[in-house]
């Protein structure tokens, strides 16, 4: 009687083994998600610990998308140079050490520098986790579906980390302890990473000389030059846009309103947060059912349409609408940036997702500052919303166009047939006999 063989996915792993990988990077997600997005909370209790005004507390939200930004644009190409696991430890051991170090520190101007160190850290993981799910994927459609699902986890991170901090503080303990149970997160997933099998990570062809390229920042740089990756990049920068504008200005939009729903305002941002993870979950499942251009069109162009019913209808409507969004925008961001991933070769995955990174930190900076400029010029938050309104009507009808000229069709095609077809006819050669 044969010996039934050991099931296989992409890239020689065992479905144990790609199981455990998936869970790693889910919960590296959730880790860093834990402090980026408790930022919005912790601020205020900087404003009253070091008497700082808006502009420089606003550092502990700056340090950090510009550590990871710089990263990404200069490090991203280590997953691919010096591969994914040893990339994933480097920046965990990063994150882990500045996140610890938050127990010893009572400085405003040491907590900047732990915040941009633990950035640079973070754009180096995320890079490479990002790099191992094309690797350990059998097609560029279950990619998509397993983006959604790490997204998701984010957005239960980015529930947990402000919940700690409002915790902690009801019981008189220090904001500091989100960064310390990060902390405790990262120093299990150092432990899983080095126990866990990573599949091999090949190199690419020099296509004149046929030696192996060897990754460095100007590489990834080159990629600027593909218009496949300008288009992803510019996708991901009017979400980021449109998504600033509610968990960063919504809260000064509906400052002071005692309408109808004035019991409802007060939980735009959290509803936000709650109905885009949950949305995530439902993205994956949308994947599996429908092809990703008609659910990027029909999302993005339900994002667009809440975003001027809360403009023409007031805040009444706006209490609805706004935190509505986070249910169709979950979809998005982790749809365009696995798909934009997709469009490239696996040898090259580290340094296209740190290339995407990047202009989605420069977006996370420069969306909320041109949405609070032109709400100081106008006089009223309310054109900050329109702003938002207009980048999310600018990104429907990207998404629209590119499910009708579908110029990235051709290029997943290839990728499907030179990254994954061998995976596939591997997984069926290691079926067991009869």
Known sequence: ?????????????TESTTATLKALV????AAFAMTTDSVGTVIPQIIRDFGLGLTAAGT???ATMSGIGLSAIALGFLADRIGRRNAILAGLVLFCGSCALFAFGHDFGFFALLLFVGGIGIGIFKAAALALIGDISTSTREHARTMNLIEAFFGVGAIVGPAIVAGSLAYGASWKLVYL????????LIAGALLTRFP???????????RQERTSMRTSLRLLGDPMALFFAVLLMLYVGAEAAIYVWAPTYFAGYEGTNAWLVGYTVSLFFVLRAGGRFLGAWLLQQFDWMIVLASCSSAVA?????AVLFGRDVAAFALPATGLFMS?????????????????????????LLFFTCISAVLAPLAMGLIGDLMGTSVFSIVLGGVFATLLAGMCVWNALAKPAAARLVERNRADYAAASNEELASQPSA
Do not use: E
């Not at 998005?332 to 290339?355: E, V």
């Open 60 to 62: 502990f939200q700056y």
């Open 181 to 188: 149970f990060a902390a405790a997160l990262c120093a299990l």
């Open 200 to 210: 091999a990570t090949s190199r690419i062809q020099d296509q004149d000389s046929g």
């Open 1 to 13: 009687m044969a010996k039934a063989a050991t099931r296989h996915t992409s890239g020689g792993t």
């Open 331 to 355: 979809v998005l961001y982790p749809t365009i940036n696995s798909t934009g991933i997709s469009c490239f070769p696996r040898q090259r995955h580290g340094s296209i997702a740190g290339l």
């Open 26 to 29: 889910f919960l590296m997600f």
């Open 305 to 309: 349409l809440l975003f001027w019913l």
